[in-house]
């Protein structure tokens, strides 16, 4: 499964931005997705995700109210995606943003995803 997140970018802070999370895989609606975010100097940190049915989702406490994970899921749609809407972003915020997808499992550790997009900069600036 090749993932692409797209959307990163410059921002100034109260602004929003959405990120996308598009795969080439026929079946990418049957995946749990997940955001995680890296600032530098540390490792990758969960932010939010969703199941392959789009129902229960899951957040960060920190960006809880702010962020909201949803997908597109249309079995006869090959250009399914994930999105993460990000409102009201703080300087905080800023770092690279990633998705993962795991055809099993959906916790808040990276190492339970098997797919990774290749991350997407989001700065925010005060």
């Known amino acids: 499964v090749q993932l692409q997140a797209s959307g990163g970018g410059l921002v100034q802070a109260g602004g929003s931005l959405r990120l996308s999370c598009a795969a080439s895989?026929?079946?990418?609606?049957?995946?749990?997705v997940a955001w995680f975010r890296r600032v530098p100097g540390n490792d990758r940190d969960f932010v939010a995700a969703i199941p392959w049915t789009g129902g229960t989702t899951y957040y960060t406490d920190s960006v809880k109210g702010r962020y909201t994970i949803s997908r597109d899921n249309d079995a006869n749609n090959a250009a399914n995606t994930v999105y993460l809407q990000m409102n009201s972003l703080e300087p905080e915020d800023t770092a690279v943003y990633y998705c993962?997808?795991?055809?099993?499992?959906?916790?808040?550790?990276?190492?339970?995803?098997?797919?990774w997009g290749q991350g997407t900069q989001v700065t925010v600036s005060s």
């Open positions: 895989q026929h079946d990418f609606n049957l995946y749990n």
């Open positions: 993962a997808a795991d055809r099993i499992r959906i916790t808040r550790r990276l190492t339970d995803y098997s797919y």
